[in-house]
């Protein structure tokens, strides 16, 4: 995969909003080092700031008593590319880069990560005309690095890529929140939300649209290194590359338990799946004839053994619409993804 992306295009679907009415957004959460819980103040205190290890010109400060420091939000957002702009309609402050936009209103203690809420236990504050943030708000809405050792504070920019391997498992092309599901279905597996800039290619650098993507597809998604708390979670995708050379159109897929594995005389095997189908045309039983052209494998889309496919093991069955119509449906297994095997 190409991973000289543009900064600029970096993909955090944050949608984040922070005002007097409905708030749109959900938690993020960082798999970057847990800071460093500031003592509460025993009297007034200043502290330095460094950004990406510079020393910025405005400091930090903390109240007898406070939970924590307030950083000044202008200078800290603008040092980590953020852009801030003043909302005369919401009376708040607007922070955005690339995708990412966030709103910040001075004494509300109401932080919105994609469409929920979320309390730090310290107010924004303006004081001389400036806005002041706790500074855990780096950390749990803006996703960076932040450390407090004694009087100063150390801010950094987070690493925001890493990949991911695994098989589609269902695709919403909704045209404001088009998203995909890999590695598993339900409340399983990792949602990918994509955006305006995420880029959509075949293996061979051709590129694709949302459009083109299938169900059981196998793909490596490099994305932020931070998903939302949610089941499954989600995760903004800064590009999707298909692994598979064949894109085959129309797939459906059934996600269940191998009810029975048949052999036929010639030798061929065939399995039956029961269990929920993965579209509205998916089957909820289908009988998959597997051939020398099925692949199977993994949640990863790593190849494994036939000899996996045994009665009692969870597995997706991704096959052509083209079926019998006996009951159960009969069809070709293009691809199978082996989940589990029940002992």
């Known amino acids: 995969m190409n991973k000289s992306l543009k900064t600029s295009a970096a993909l955090l679907t944050l949608s984040l909003a922070l005002t007097t009415g409905a708030v749109s957004a959900a938690p993020f959460i960082t798999t970057l080092p847990a800071t460093k819980a500031p003592q509460a103040a025993a009297a007034n205190q200043t502290f330095s700031i460094e950004v990406n290890g510079t020393a910025i010109a405005e400091h930090g400060f903390q109240t007898a008593g406070a939970k924590e420091p307030l950083i000044p939000l202008r200078s800290v957002a603008e040092a980590l ?15 955005s880069k690339g995708t990412t936009f966030t709103t910040v209103k001075s004494g509300e203690d109401r932080y919105a990560v994609n469409k929920m809420n979320k309390s730090l236990g ?10 002041f943030v706790p500074v855990s708000f780096v950390s749990e809405v803006l996703n960076q690095n932040i450390s407090v050792e004694g009087q100063q504070i150390m801010v950094s920019s987070a690493v925001e890529h890493q990949n991911e391997t695994g ?9 404001k929140y088009p ?5 598993g279905t339900g409340t399983a597996g990792l949602v990918l939300n994509l955006g305006e ?19 059981g597809m196998t793909i490596e998604a490099e994305h932020a290194n931070f998903a939302t708390l949610s089941l499954p979670p989600q995760t903004p995708a800064y590009a999707i590359t298909v692994q598979d050379s064949k894109l085959q159109k129309d797939t459906l897929g059934t996600q269940g338990i191998v009810e029975e594995v048949l052999t036929s005389e010639d030798g061929s095997l065939s399995i039956r799946i029961k269990g929920t189908g993965l579209t509205d045309t998916s089957q909820s039983e289908v009988v998959l004839r597997i051939n020398a052209d099925t692949a199977i494998v993994n949640e990863s889309g790593e190849a494994v053994s036939g000899s996996s496919l045994v009665q009692g ?3 997706i069955g991704f096959y052509s619409p083209v079926l019998t119509r006996s009951l159960p449906p009969i069809g070709t297994a293009l ?3 082996v989940e589990t095997v029940q002992q």
């Open 81 to 95: 590319g953020f852009t801030i702009t003043w909302n005369p309609k919401t009376k708040a402050v607007d922070l």
């Open 335 to 337: 691809k199978v993804v």
């Open 122 to 131: 310290t107010v924004p504050v303006t004081k001389a005309d400036k806005l």
């Open 179 to 183: 998203s995909v599901q890999i590695k």
């Open 167 to 175: 098989v589609i498992t269902a695709i919403n092309q909704d045209k």
């Open 313 to 315: 093991a969870q597995v």
């Open 197 to 215: 800039d995420t880029v959509i290619a075949a293996a061979d650098g051709t590129k694709l649209d949302i459009a083109d993507l299938q169900i």
